[in-house]
């Protein structure tokens, strides 16, 4: 198993395009979860996708947005995109076992937005 | 809302001295709460999380709800132990699952 896996590595886009990145989750796994970490912060949580469904969102704006497929992988687009934008985004996936949700990461796409 | 504080960017000490990495969080509910590491050109991984009580490569963290804080300790710091340290938040909710809230992050440096 790979575990968790995202593309691309990193890319580099323009103020106003917009993006789409991937992300496998680990085997087994059902839930997605996106998280941006710009420089020097900690991750912060987009959303959640589980059974094709974004159930929780963090504070991020409608340009964000995402989608599960049938076999868990993830998509995580952003639209008009901004200076600020930039950053590291991170996969992360889980499901419950015991009674508790251990999220695995990806490496990671490296957005630079110029 | 939940809020995780890491006060130091950056700790710094050398091989054999003991560690300790502060996390300080605010949350009206009851805590899950975990330390993550990422070390140089790896992945965020799950280093341990208070419910399992355990300790992992020396690590030991105690949740204290009196002082909402959930330090990471080790009593001898290894060189191999230097990388970025995140404490975070786990909400449950009612339905079950469940969103990370991160801190900041330390950076942990052991000189030899």
């Known amino acids: 198993d790979a575990g968790v896996t995202q593309s691309p590595t990193h890319l580099i886009k323009t103020r106003g395009q917009q993006v789409t990145l991937r992300c496998s989750p680990k085997?087994?796994?059902?839930?997605v979860s996106w998280y941006q970490q710009a420089l020097g912060q900690g991750p912060q949580f987009i959303f959640q996708?589980?059974?094709?469904?974004?159930?929780q969102r963090g504070n991020f704006p409608d340009r964000f947005s995402g989608h599960q497929f049938p076999n868990y992988s993830s998509e995580l687009n952003v639209n008009a995109l901004l200076l600020g934008d930039s950053a590291l985004y991170l996969c992360a996936s889980s499901s419950l076992q015991g009674g508790i949700y251990e999220q695995y990461f990806g490496p990671g796409t490296r957005l630079t937005v110029t | 809302a939940q809020r995780v504080t890491q006060p130091e960017k950056l700790l710094s000490v050398f091989k054999g001295a003991p560690v300790e990495l502060k996390c300080n969080y605010s949350?009206?509910?009851?805590?899950?709460l975990f330390w993550y590491v990422q070390y140089s050109r790896q992945r965020l991984q799950l280093l341990l999380r208070?419910?399992s009580r355990e300790s992992i490569k020396g690590f030991t963290a105690d949740l204290n709800k009196g002082e909402t804080s959930f330090h990471l300790k080790k009593p001898f710091a290894q060189e191999e132990d230097s990388a970025m340290y995140y404490c975070a938040l786990s909400a449950r909710l009612n339905s079950g699952y469940s969103t990370l809230t991160f801190g900041k992050g330390t950076m942990l440096l052991v000189s030899p």
């Open positions: 085997s087994g796994h059902d839930t």
């Open positions: 208070h419910i």
């Open positions: 996708y589980y059974e094709e469904e974004e159930r």
């Open positions: 949350y009206s509910g009851s805590p899950e």
